[in-house]
Antibody
């Protein structure tokens, strides 16, 4: 099973850029889709988008398209979530998760990162 | 507003059976399998059920899932205090061509 380790907490100002990471180990990255999930303080989980690192096929939920960029570098088993201009409303915990390619999307997201807290405040 | 609808809260006493529902539509639950996640704040979610009724290794058999039509359900038998958590259903949506969550159900063990 794959293990996911995310980059550390970030404190940013509105308008700043940010790129957070999710590094996989324990299994071949190419066997998995990677998702990013947002959780605002005291709120539920929201899918942001998914990426297949092997060919960088990326799909965004409508509310996140154009707001963030999801990317991956399969050579170092790492996926990324990037903002060019943060807003205070981006304050949240961001989780990465993986699901197996086989039988996708009739699968479960079995491995999760520990989460990255992003705080955006002036 | 979530694509999948869950009750915001549920409760039970130790030893009881509790069921949490997840309601969707033709483009999601009807035509795709459902997974369930447990989140004990402030930790990361954990996969409990996938493909409607399959348990990953390590998940107690007290947890079970089912699906019928446009609805799915997570049942917890023999409720324990450590089951107090938030529970989310999720599935693929053919119209959005992406994943969707339910709004989450906070389970309280009285």
């Amino acid at each position: 099973e794959v293990q996911l380790v995310q980059s550390g907490a970030e404190v940013k100002k509105p308008g700043e850029s940010l790129k957070i990471s999710c590094e996989a180990s324990g299994s071949t990255f190419s066997n998995y889709w990677v998702a990013w999930v947002r959780q605002k303080p005291g709120k539920g989980l929201e899918w942001m988008g998914i990426i297949y690192p092997d060919d960088s096929d990326t799909r965004y939920l409508p509310s996140f398209r154009g707001q963030v960029t999801i990317s991956a570098d399969r050579s170092i088993n790492t996926a990324y979530l990037q903002w060019t201009s943060l807003m205070t409303s981006d304050t949240a915990i961001y989780y990465c998760a993986t699901a197996p390619v086989i039988d996708f999307p009739q699968v479960g997201w079995g491995s999760w990162g520990q989460g990255t807290l992003v705080t955006v405040s002036s | 507003q979530s694509v999948l609808t869950q009750p915001p809260s549920a409760s039970g006493t130790p030893g009881q059976r509790v069921a949490i529902s997840c309601s969707g539509g033709f483009s999601n639950i009807e035509t795709n399998t459902v997974s369930w996640y447990q989140q004990i704040p402030p930790t990361a979610p954990k996969l409990l059920i996938y493909a409607n009724d399959q348990r990953p290794s390590g998940v107690p058999d007290r947890f079970s899932g089912s699906k019928s039509g446009t609805s799915a359900s997570l049942a917890i038998n023999g409720l324990q205090s450590e089951d107090e958590a938030d529970y989310y259903c999720a599935t693929w949506d053919d119209r959005l061509r992406n994943w969707v969550f339910g709004g989450g159900t906070r389970l309280t063990v009285l």
